[in-house]
Structure formats: structure tokens, C-alpha cells
């Protein structure tokens, strides 16, 4: 797909006529795709100003949800303070773009954010030691797909799309407000261990295996860690459960959608093929859900991919971190 991407700070801060003539500067782009929710992100990412930005420097993320939708009872997503009918970018940009030729396909972060309500302890990720992740939906939790259909359909009826990019489908990576590897180390919500043992999977001899091969990362013995997870038939059960879990909530989100209207389509934003797998994201099966894809390309090591601060954070000397 020939696109761009904007965050709200882009259509709030610049202005629409702004923005419209740098992409008019590129002359194939047919898609937009605004950022309807945010993640905990710094922008730029990770380091800079904004060079065009005349109201900040530094955009910093906080996990909201940047439209206009009702509130809902059970799981919800904190509403950016300050939107309104005058404030709301998804409606700015399709008012400013309704003689352009440009598609507009709202871009939709799924999984994290900053979620409330009283189901929201029920529905997160937990780590091997049963510390949940904050602000990470499980794709195995109850509620989350309940939250998300009437979320889709609201705003189907707020702004009247039905085609959105998805994206953090998947589980946690390393990175956020630091560099945290056991974010890896899951989900062992009460969902996915009930789900695994349904499946016959050992979990408690998982557990071990986990800890053995975080032992052999302590250790710097980086080869023998691969070698370990790759000959660990638990360990690789494990990933593809995983896996399996991010398919089939996305094969589950849509079918309840297009129940409500036929004509919903989900695209999707996947992570590199390099260590997608690892997040739980098999590209031979969720692309079968989707008439599009984007994945995830960096130029460095920095970035929202932030592989660099995970071999920082697990070797010091110049000669562990290659290693790493």
C-alpha cells in the first residue's frame, strides 16, 4: 500500500492544510491513516524534536482514545482530555478531505493502551511470575472483544468507516516506558493457562523451561539460549499457542463485526517477520484475515522496534552485545 501514517498531534497542532501540503509533495500516496487511539509513545521516536510542530516540541503518548464514542460500562479506554466536537481529529480530517482523492482508513490500536473500568483486571496480560502487564489487553481475556465490537460499530456511526488498520495485535514486547524483557514472558492470565491446559500443555513444566532459558540469558550464554529454545519442545508449544491466540482473536473480532455489518474490513500493522513470531503474530495465518497488510519496517535498531535497548539491557560489554 502506498500511505502515511498521522497521530492527532499532527491534524491538531499543524493543521490540516499543513499537513495536506507535505503529502501533496508525495506525489503516490493513496491512503491515509489517521491514529484514532494512542499508544505510551514518544514522538519522535526515541529521540528529537518535532520539526515542524509550532505548538510542541516532544509529543508524549498517553494511551487515549482521540474520538468522540459513548462510554462504556465494563472495559473502557480513558477519552483524551480536551475532545470535542471543535477538537476531534478523525472528524477534522474527514471534513478536510472530502474532495480529495485520498482514502481515509482509521488506524486502530487494539491491544494496549490506557484501559479502564472495573472488568479491566480481568483482561490483562500476566507475566510468568503473575504480575500483569499494565495497559496490555489479553487477546484469550472475556472482554475485549466486546469492548472493541461496539467501539467499531460506534464509530461506524460517529464518522462512517468501515475499513480500519489494526494494530498491538499481539502480545507485549521488551520496550515502553523502559526496557522491560519480561513483558516477552507471557500471558498466564487465568484465560490463556486455562486455555493451554485445554490444550495439553504442561504449564507448570513451561514455567521451569522459561526460567531455564532466562537463567542462560543472566548467564550471557546467548547461543546457548537460542539452541535451548529451539530444541524445547514446551518453549516452542508455547509460541505457537501464542501465536494461535492473536489469530483467533483477530478472526473472532472480525466475524463479530461483520455480523453487525457486512461491509466491516479489518487491515492489519504487524510487526517485523524477524521477531513478530515472538509477539505471538504468524504472518502465514493472520494475513488469511486480512485483504491488506502493512508491516513494520526500520531503518536502525532504534526506533519504536527498540532492538537496541534490549541488548542493552541484557549484556554491558561491547563484546557480550554483539553476542547478543
Not at 497521530?7 to 509533495?25: A, W
Not at 522491560?180 to 490463556?192: A, M, S
Not at 479489518?266 to 505471538?280: C, E, F, K, T
Request: hydrophobic share 40%.
Amino acid at each position: 500500500m502506498s500511505g502515511i501514517q498521522l497521530h492527532p498531534h499532527d491534524i491538531l497542532d499543524e493543521g490540516m492544510p499543513q499537513i495536506m501540503s507535505y503529502i501533496r509533495k508525495l506525489k503516490d500516496v493513496r491512503y491515509i491513516f489517521p491514529e484514532v487511539n494512542t499508544i505510551f509513545e514518544r514522538n519522535p521516536n526515541p529521540v528529537g524534536n518535532l520539526p515542524r510542530n509550532a505548538v510542541h516540541e516532544v509529543v508524549f503518548g498517553t494511551g487515549t482514545m482521540h474520538a468522540i464514542l459513548p462510554s462504556y460500562q465494563g472495559l473502557d479506554q480513558r477519552r483524551e482530555p480536551g475532545l470535542s466536537d471543535e477538537q476531534d481529529p478523525l472528524m477534522i480530517i474527514k471534513e478536510s478531505l472530502q474532495e480529495e482523492h485520498y482514502e481515509i482508513i482509521p488506524w486502530l490500536n487494539i491491544l494496549n493502551g490506557h484501559f479502564e473500568g472495573p472488568l479491566l483486571a480481568h483482561n490483562l496480560v500476566t507475566d510468568l511470575d503473575g504480575q500483569v502487564i499494565p495497559h496490555w489487553l489479553c487477546p484469550n481475556a472475556p472482554d475485549v472483544i466486546d469492548f472493541w465490537e461496539q467501539a467499531l460499530i460506534d464509530l461506524r456511526q460517529r464518522y462512517g468507516y468501515t475499513t480500519y488498520m489494526i494494530d498491538r495485535i499481539r502480545y507485549p514486547d521488551w520496550g515502553g516506558e523502559e526496557v522491560n524483557p519480561r513483558g516477552l514472558l507471557t500471558c498466564f492470565c487465568p484465560h490463556c493457562v486455562r486455555k493451554m491446559k485445554e490444550q495439553h500443555i504442561d504449564v507448570s513444566a513451561l514455567k521451569n523451561n522459561l526460567r531455564q532459558w532466562i537463567t542462560l540469558f543472566a548467564e550471557k550464554k546467548f547461543d546457548d539460549a537460542v539452541t535451548f529454545a529451539e530444541n524445547n519442545a514446551l518453549i516452542q508449544e508455547w509460541i505457537a499457542f501464542r501465536q494461535q491466540s492473536v489469530t483467533g482473536f483477530v478472526e473472532r473480532l472480525i466475524e463479530r463485526v461483520r455480523t453487525v455489518n457486512e461491509d466491516f474490513t479489518l487491515w492489519l500493522d504487524l510487526w517485523p517477520p524477524a521477531y513478530s513470531w515472538m509477539l505471538g503474530q504468524d504472518y502465514a495465518s493472520i494475513t488469511k484475515c486480512s485483504p491488506a497488510l502493512k508491516h513494520f519496517p526500520y531503518h536502525k535498531l532504534g526506533g519504536g522496534a527498540d532492538v537496541q535497548g534490549l541488548i542493552h539491557y541484557l549484556a554491558h560489554t561491547a563484546d557480550e552485545q554483539e553476542q547478543a
